[in-house]
């Protein structure tokens, strides 16, 4: 009688015992899954930041080459206009329609000094957008980075070929 219970209790403790380690199995690949998402996700955050920063500073360069292409013609123009203003003035004397002239030159120039603070307006925006991106950016990196040092997402990375990424 004693060797039935004996062997009904040992039975039931492998039940048990196989029932702890199927759990913890379970929750051991739940928390491989659940790291798994964190990298793929972070890993698509950081691709997403990475080519909004690009795009960015792709319009940046754009603007800049504008501006410079602007200041080349308005510089030429600018001594043009001190030439006409020099010539205009020699012969102010002479007629009273230099006058009028002189007025239009000048509000040439005014137009002229405001696509320049357009422009450079526009460039700082366009630098306020690539520091927000960036923030966004390298707080992704941070975010993957930091994951990455962690037990079991360093060796989830390994096989996916993910890796600590560099800061903006």
């Known amino acids: 009688m004693s ?3 004996s062997d009904s209790f040992n039975t039931f403790a492998n039940i048990i015992v196989k029932i702890i380690i199927t759990l913890t199995l379970i929750a051991v690949l739940w928390l491989l899954i659940i790291n798994y998402l964190k990298i793929l996700d972070y890993n698509d955050s950081i691709h997403s930041n990475y080519l909004q920063l690009k795009q960015s500073l792709q319009i940046k360069v754009k603007l800049v080459k504008n501006l410079a292409k602007e200041a080349r013609i308005t510089k030429k123009k600018s001594l043009q206009l001190q030439n006409e203003n020099i010539n205009a003035l020699s012969e102010l004397n002479k007629n009273t329609e230099l006058y009028r002239e002189e007025l ?8 002229l000094d405001k696509k320049y603070k357009k422009a450079l307006l526009e460039i700082e ?3 306020n957008r690539i520091d927000i991106e960036s923030m966004h950016y390298n707080l992704s990196v941070k975010k993957l980075n930091t994951l990455l040092e962690t037990f079991p997402a360093n060796l989830i990375a390994i096989p ?3 890796s600590k990424q560099k800061y903006f």
């Open 3 to 5: 060797d039935d219970k």
């Open 104 to 111: 239009i030159d000048i509000l040439k120039k005014r137009s």
């Open 125 to 127: 925006r366009q630098n």
């Open 160 to 162: 996916l070929h993910i």
